[in-house]
């Protein structure tokens, strides 16, 4: 493996990494909050489960359609603010007030009413976020030309990004004591200005900190307009079969696609198995072990995995970097059938390890559980005297180098892409495109996951208004919440294995670019 030193003007400075870190954070809370408010237009606002799904597919569609254009306007755009930022200063403002907005329901109002307005101001609210998040991201791309400092910057953006998944499984919990809000619906609306309030003030600091590359003498830019409306409608078709034949694209695309989204379908599984088969059916037996269970995944993918993917991607290479990450998480899918057995728990807790660890945490917690309820966060606190299922947390270290390696590396890997880009087609950079396009399978492959995702439950047999499932029910869950995402990341291993796109290569074209555009 060639290892080229950082050259000093390609560093970028820790305030620019803090900011873009900052701009991920909101990429993150945005869409992670409005995942599990989701949940309260059935229990606060008695929408109708089929209106339910709805409102949850249809913008996600339209929001696939935007993507594309906003990648297109960027990337063609000329300001004296650079390409992207103009765009993340007012997205991220309009992405704030929008998501308030869309949580001002209430069900007195019916259902009828309640459906049509949070479909419209979903998406309008798409379209702010979209103005936000499609350059941001195509920002992060343009901020370095240097191989390693690519990784380091999506390194850093991911690890503030997972902050937001620290966060967010703990916001079902709080919209529903009524220790904290009176009523769900009312949790709902105000808890939606606060995250909005917290996403503008955040989502800004990229626009006015961040530099992405000097577009002043960028060639080949189409016009903007609506007289150009038409015309650019062919050009942004003609761009995206450019991408599309991009082979290292195509593939980092794919192996996505299978990896996030073989996740992604059996996400809520994870939650299915600790209230009906570790506690036979009782959420209030089960209480925030779900909620502990993906929090404890966001701080160990953000502090552990992320820096150990980015020590391994600058060592031996990103592809190395990808192909371990994910072996790695092969094994901490296979290790859940373990994890999660009851048996074994139950054993476990009756060893003197066991029995210590949770001594620990019970002292821990008997001196902090009374100021939690003092400040009204009893919700957060934990009972140890009923036991704590600790081998749940086994795989989780294996389990997070799934996502903690893929979007760091495979956005570092993207940003290579546009430069072999540039080198075959020449101006303009696609960063937006590429960037859009990529989360454009993103998008749809979680709009297809949650679809399998449903199907699976069914075909297992899972009842969902049941207080209880059957042994064999849960059973063929838990084969299907290790089965999918291990074949899915075994086949984007396979996809990725002749991955061509080295450090050497990368360096190669980066100097025949500085060659062509005449730079020293």
Not at 244 to 263: D, E, H, M, R, Y
């Amino acid at each position: 493996m060639a290892h080229i030193k950082t050259p000093a003007k390609d560093v970028v400075p820790i305030g620019q990494k803090m900011a873009f870190g900052a701009g991920h954070l909101v990429l993150n809370l945005l869409p992670g909050a409005l995942g599990f408010f989701m949940f309260f237009l059935l229990t606060a606002f008695g929408m109708d489960p089929f209106l339910a799904g709805l409102l949850g597919g249809l913008p996600r569609i339209f929001d696939a359609l935007t993507d594309p254009i906003m990648g297109f306007i960027s990337d063609n755009t000329k300001s004296r603010w650079g390409r992207r930022r103009p765009y993340i200063f007012v997205g991220a403002i309009l992405s704030g007030i929008l998501f308030a907005v869309l949580w001002q329901l209430d069900p007195e109002n019916g259902q009828v009413f309640n459906f049509w307005y949070f479909l419209i101001f979903s998406m309008i609210f798409l379209i702010g976020n979209t103005m936000f998040a499609t350059p941001l991201v195509g920002l992060g791309y343009e901020m370095t030309s240097d191989y390693n400092e690519r990784t380091r910057i999506m390194a850093f953006g991911q690890t503030v990004g997972q902050v937001a998944w620290m966060i967010v499984p703990w916001f079902w919990v709080i919209i529903a004591d009524p220790n904290v809000f009176i009523s769900q619906a009312v949790g709902v609306r105000q808890l939606s200005i606060i995250v909005g309030v917290i996403c503008m003030v955040l989502g800004v600091l990229p626009a006015i900190f961040c530099r992405g590359i000097d577009s002043s003498n960028m060639e080949n830019r189409k016009k903007i307009s609506f007289k150009t409306m038409f015309s650019n409608l062919k050009d942004l078709f003609d761009g995206i079969k450019q991408v599309s034949k991009n082979k290292p694209f195509v593939k980092l695309c794919g192996a996505t696609f299978l990896v996030f989204n073989g996740f992604q379908m059996v996400a809520a599984f994870s939650v299915y198995i600790i209230v009906f088969y570790m506690f036979d059916g009782s959420y209030g037996a089960a209480g925030t072990w779900p909620a502990w269970f993906s929090s404890i995944m966001a701080v160990i993918t953000a502090f552990v995995v992320i820096p150990i993917v980015t020590a391994i991607s600058n060592k031996w290479g990103k592809r190395e970097a990808f192909i371990i990450s994910t072996v790695l998480s092969i094994i901490g899918y296979i290790m859940k059938w373990w994890g999660f057995d009851v048996t074994l728990n139950e054993r476990f807790n009756n060893t003197e390890l066991g029995q210590a660890q949770t001594r620990a945490v019970g002292q821990v917690f008997e001196f902090v559980n009374p100021y939690l309820d003092s400040v009204g966060m009893s919700w957060f606190s934990i009972d140890a005297s009923q036991g704590i299922p600790w081998l749940i947390f086994v795989p989780i270290p294996f389990i997070a180098f799934g996502l903690g390696g893929l979007f760091t590396i495979m956005m570092s890997m993207t940003a290579d892409v546009c430069d072999l880009d540039e080198l075959k087609n020449g101006m303009p950079r696609k960063e937006g495109t590429f960037g859009a396009i990529y989360w454009w399978m993103v998008k749809l492959g979680q709009a297809l996951a949650l679809v399998l995702s449903g199907a699976v439950l069914k075909a297992v047999g899972f009842i969902s208004d049941a207080e209880t499932q059957t042994l064999e029910t849960m059973t063929n869950l838990r084969i299907a919440d290790i089965v999918i995402p291990a074949v899915t990341a075994g086949l984007a291993i396979w996809i990725m294995w002749t991955y061509s796109l080295t450090e050497k290569r990368a360096h190669e074209i980066k100097e025949k670019l500085i060659e062509r555009r005449g730079e020293i």
